[in-house]
């Protein structure tokens, strides 16, 4: 079992920056692959980010490429997400999850991970 908790949202205005957390327990961190998802009101769960499980794969997808970054401190049992230039459409509830037996690959398909953290509300205001 992995427990999965985020911290770092809150409200940005457009323009800013946030950086999110996840941090991690319960098992060997290193072993999973990570990932970012978002929700928006109304809206289906996608993929922000992945990240292999010692960070040398890594995913964004076209919409996100430049100004979101993944990265992971295995040795902090922790993945992180750095966004810059936030728009209002960026707003969203944050989700990072964990994906066990991941070789080193990354993962973009939400039935693909097995952990999933509680979310983290980001608004940016216009």
């Known amino acids: 079992q992995v427990q999965l908790v985020e911290s770092g949202g809150g409200l940005v205005q457009a323009g800013g920056s946030l950086r999110l957390s996840c941090a991690a327990s319960?098992?060997?961190?290193?072993?999973?692959?990570m990932g970012w998802f978002r929700q928006a009101p109304g809206k289906e769960r996608d993929i922000v980010a992945a990240i292999s499980r010692n960070g040398g794969n890594i995913y964004y997808p076209d919409s996100m490429k430049g100004r979101f970054t993944i990265s992971r401190d295995n040795a902090k049992n922790t993945v992180y997400l750095q966004m810059n230039s936030l728009k209002p459409e960026d707003t969203a509830v944050y989700y990072c999850a964990a994906k066990l037996l991941s070789g080193y690959f990354y993962y973009t398909r939400e039935v693909q991970y097995d952990y999933w953290g509680q979310g983290t509300q980001v608004t940016v205001s216009s």
């Open positions: 319960g098992r060997t961190f290193s072993n999973y692959a």
